[in-house]
């Protein structure tokens, strides 16, 4: 159910428009892009997005940013289209790490929804949607860089590298770090 209100107060139109809708909820576990020492690595959520600007994209980022290797992991299927998951294991500050994320095409609702404005951490999910049909995260794709100038966060590397059974190239220069956080959350469920 869709409302809109218009109201005149003291010669001023204000207008509200607000929307009551019932979504069914799953639940699902992942990891913030915030480490220990604060700084973020980059997290990037594409849902529903052709994989061609999804590669230009991220090339892009590579070249603008310095970054090293990107990580693309097929996060859903639906009849909509592919959703997408981006990794690059570079540690940024907050504020230079948020603007890159509004930066990019990624979600509108990823980009603009640090999770629980922790610093603008934003989350990427691991595992499977719980009351679902959608799958844990695959890895899809590597856009190799022949860039690697900034520390890595070692709590992220061995995470992914445990969880998907992947090798992440170009680790030698990171944080020392091993820890990282998990958060289980509520998302809409999407079939």
Known sequence: MRTIFNINLFGIDIGFNFRIQRKDFAYAIGTYSMCSDGKHVVYLDYDNFREEWLFDEMKHLIKEHKLSDIYIFSSSETKKGRSFHCICFDKFKAREYNDLVMGTNADVLFRNNSFFDLQNARVLRFSAKTNSQINRPKLYKVIRSKYSIRPKS????????????????NKELNDGKNDIGIIKYATIKKD
């Open 154 to 169: 070692l709590s992220h590397i061995l995470f992914y590298e445990r969880m998907f059974g992947i090798e992440i190239k």
